[in-house]
């Protein structure tokens, strides 16, 4: 069997005039834990939707473990596990019972799932508050009840749309906890707007807009698509930095530079330009220099053109 858990292939949906997704071609690893981030409207749930069997594809294909998305809907379904956008807990059922009915639909047996289900309370930090309504629980301990939902069944491939999406930090870390010790036993798939997160949780992100692959790779490997240009912060003590500031902005190879008080930063071309930067700062009061590392957010900024919107 080949070793990627979701495929597409040249997949397309658009809503009357619009594109929505646009010949989208995609792998994703087994096992591994993969960001798709995109501003709004992207496409992400669209395309959640469609690999989730929710809606059809307008053309290509696409496929979960093997399996056919327009073929093979009813043994997709059986494999995997959604954490839709929206909370969509049954509000008349207790916690316990939303959880149960989703095994039950699942067709399993309750000497099977009654263990499960107290396992999935128990790590989702839920035990106390099972016999209540999710109506009276916070956003947070919903959002934990949604997760152990899609996971009663065992999935192998597990889907989170915007998994942390109006949580405090505290809730999000959490879910994140969690989510890396699902790492390896099964296919994870999360759409996020947050970098930190997508850092935080993925081997690989691909980034999307306008329905389109803008790139995919690892974190640490987007980062290096970014120019070889590096970034150095050089603080001066006293007033240096207006005469020294000047003396660099003159040199070949800084090729942009700006002055904060007594901070300059400098791009140079390279990083060996730096000790032409060290020759010419020789006796100068300098404080520190610092090398600016560059942050997922960069990638972002200069691929789509936009920050990242919530
Ligand atoms: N049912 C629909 N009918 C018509 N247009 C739709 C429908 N669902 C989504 N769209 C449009 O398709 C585009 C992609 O929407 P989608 O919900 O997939 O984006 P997204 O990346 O999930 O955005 P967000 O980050 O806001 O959740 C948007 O322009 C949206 O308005
Ligand atoms: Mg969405």
Redesign the pocket.
């Known amino acids: 069997m080949s070793t990627a858990s979701i495929v597409t292939r040249s997949l397309t949906k658009s809503?009357s005039s619009?594109t929505?997704l646009d010949s989208f071609n995609l792998e994703v690893d087994r096992g591994s834990i993969f960001g798709m981030l995109?501003?709004?409207?992207?496409?992400?749930?669209?395309?959640i939707r469609i690999l989730t069997t929710l809606m059809r594809q307008s053309s290509g294909e696409a496929s979960i473990e093997g399996f056919d998305t327009l073929l093979s809907g009813r043994e997709i379904r059986r494999v995997i596990g959604v954490v839709s956008?929206e909370n969509s807990l049954d509000r008349y059922l207790t916690a316990r019972e939303n959880l149960e009915l989703h095994a039950r639909l699942h067709g399993m047996e309750r000497r099977f799932y009654k263990t499960r289900i107290d396992e999935l309370l128990e790590l989702m930090g839920l035990t106390g508050r099972q016999q209540d309504f999710p109506d009276t629980f916070s956003g947070g301990m919903q959002r934990r009840l949604v997760i152990a939902r899609a996971l009663v069944h065992k999935p192998q491939v597990l889907f989170l749309d915007?998994p942390t999406t109006g949580l405090d930090p505290q809730s999000r870390r959490t879910v994140w906890e969690y989510v890396r010790s699902l790492a390896g036993s099964m296919t994870i798939f999360l759409?996020t707007?947050y970098l930190e997160e997508a850092e935080h949780l993925c081997d690989r992100i691909a980034i999307m807009d306008h329905?389109r692959l803008i790139t995919v790779g690892s974190i640490q490997e987007l980062k290096d698509r970014l120019s070889g240009a590096t970034i150095y912060e050089i603080e001066f003590s006293g007033d240096g930095a207006t005469h020294y500031a000047a003396l660099l902005g003159s040199m070949s190879c800084v090729m942009n530079i700006s002055r904060m008080e007594n901070k300059v930063t400098v791009t140079l071309e390279c990083w060996e330009c730096l000790s032409e930067i060290v020759t010419a700062l020789n006796g100068a009061p300098v404080r520190r220099i610092l090398l600016k590392e560059r942050t997922l957010e960069d990638v972002f900024i200069s691929l789509t053109g936009k920050k990242v919107r919530e």
């Open positions: 809503y619009l929505a995109g501003p709004n409207g992207a496409g992400k749930t669209t395309l956008q915007e759409t707007h329905g």
